[in-house]
């Protein structure tokens, strides 16, 4: 199909009918809301058949999402900024109970000042909520990831809610070329809903979202770890797949002339965009320079990071977020990688810490979950 | 006490399979009361067992049988809810 002029807003919108999930819960917020805005005409003209449902709050729009995703219906919602602020307390719950929900985000700032224009803050917000936090380059990449989304988020070893970000107003409303995939061809690649417990399946009967006590809460919260882990793979899986119905392969990071660069710039969105040019400008005027754009902030793609920057001298990373009092998210990833000092996590959920886990700590025989039960 | 589960042994998301709900012995938790019954002011009417929140109240076919010590958590709502007082909350 011929390209179409669309916003990345609009484009989002396309993908959506085209996956046509079975639920929308949503509220509008500025700059997301051309995505829901677009569905929501899609609906009404009898082009997508989900049922929208007009909530009083992104809050109550993550619970309804949560509750019929996990009935066992596809669903699908969208924010910005302060309706994802909003919605946080919940997004962490969608994560822990593994309803795969997709949500399209356009990035915005968050208050205060009351600010309506792009940066990262409101992803940043959501960081160890457990979500997938993909960040698209631009329009074409919004789409393209919206439809590859439901495919990770309910990929049996993720059960994850997938999070596709794209810069507030710098792509949700500036049209570009999109290539749109056939209707049909979306919906053999989304294929059928399925996880493992529906609410609805009176076979199985399940009571979900328990209450966990020091006992389990560790365990409980490190199968997020677990299945963080196995979403890097899923997605550079699915991103093959999708490669093949749509001739354009996005993975969990994009080196760009970064084989022989000696000063490499690493950053997210759209501004990759901009500093693939700046690139191309400086490497002809014979300099060695390159970027690194990292497509999923979560999970962090650790080895494929410092593969790319391996021969890279001086590495410079761009936030759009900032840690006021700290490093700002991607910097202390990147720099992470770096360092030699050890990582234990402990305590989680009221877990007791022995002295002989201390010992053990010095000695380095500890493992990196301390107190955590685990098998091998 | 039964062994706990490894992080590989538990379901995504805690999800809780209703064969499994019946393992922790939630009637630990009592308040310091429990239901008595007087058998012989019983009607079967068995309004105790449709409103207790715990399904403590054991049958057996359709008459009554007593309670559940192991989930009864001493909540009153059967004696409250008996229609002859039969039913008398007893210190532990």
């Known amino acids: 199909m011929s390209p179409e002029l669309l916003t990345g807003g609009e484009a989002v919108a396309h993908a959506m009918r085209q996956v046509d999930p079975d639920v929308v819960p949503v509220y509008p917020i500025t700059p997301q809301t051309p995505i829901i805005q677009g569905f929501a005409k899609f609906v009404a003209e009898g082009r997508a058949q989900a049922e929208l449902v007009n909530v009083e709050s992104e809050h109550s729009a993550m619970s309804a999402a949560i509750g019929s995703a996990l009935a066992g219906a596809r669903t699908m919602t969208a924010t910005s900024s302060q309706g994802l602020a909003l919605m946080a307390e919940v997004v962490y719950i969608a994560a822990s109970m593994r309803a795969p929900v997709v949500m399209a985000l356009g990035n915005r700032a968050l208050s205060g000042p009351i600010n309506i224009h792009c940066d990262h803050s409101d992803s940043m917000l959501i960081r160890d909520s457990g979500v997938v936090q993909l960040f698209a380059e631009n329009a074409q990449e919004a789409y393209d990831f919206t439809v590859m989304a439901p495919r990770i988020a309910e990929h049996p070893d993720v059960l994850l809610p997938v999070l596709v970000g794209q810069d507030g107003f710098t792509i949700t409303h500036s049209a570009e070329p999109v290539a749109l995939l056939p209707d049909t061809e979306v919906q053999s690649f989304v294929g059928e809903y399925a996880i493992p417990f529906p609410l609805l399946d009176l076979g199985t009967v399940t009571s979900q979202g328990p209450f966990a006590m020091p006992d389990s809460y560790f365990e409980l919260r490190h199968d997020l770890v677990r299945a963080q882990e196995a979403a890097l793979s899923v997605i550079e899986q699915i991103a093959d797949e999708y490669m093949e119905v749509s001739g354009r392969r996005y993975g969990i990071v994009e080196p760009y002339q970064l084989e022989d660069a000696r000063r490499a710039i690493v950053v997210m969105g759209s501004t990759a965009g901009t500093t693939k040019d700046v690139v191309d400008e400086l490497r002809a005027d014979g300099r060695y320079v390159g970027l690194l754009q990292v497509r999923s902030f979560r999970p962090f793609p650790d080895v494929a990071v410092r593969a790319a920057l391996r021969n890279v001298t001086e590495i410079a990373v761009l936030d759009r977020a900032d840690s006021p009092g700290g490093r700002p998210p991607l910097f202390a990833e990147v720099v992470g990688l770096a360092s030699n000092v050890r990582s234990h996590v402990y305590g989680l959920g009221g877990r007791d810490l022995h002295p002989e886990d201390l010992r053990a700590v010095f000695a380095g025989t500890a493992p990196k979950y301390v107190g955590l039960r685990e098998e091998g | ?92």
């Open chain 2, 1 to 92: 006490m039964a062994r706990l589960s490894t992080w590989q042994e538990l379901p995504a998301g805690g999800a809780v399979v209703a064969a499994e709900a019946e393992q922790p012995h939630t009637g630990g938790w009592r308040t310091g009361l429990r239901p008595d019954v007087d058998l012989s002011k019983c009607i079967n009417c068995l309004l105790c067992w449709l409103y207790c929140p715990d399904s403590a109240v054991e049958l057996d076919g359709t008459a009554f049988a007593g309670f559940d010590y192991d989930f009864c958590k001493g909540c009153e709502i059967c004696a409250e809810a008996c229609p002859t007082g039969a039913i008398e909350m007893v210190a532990e």
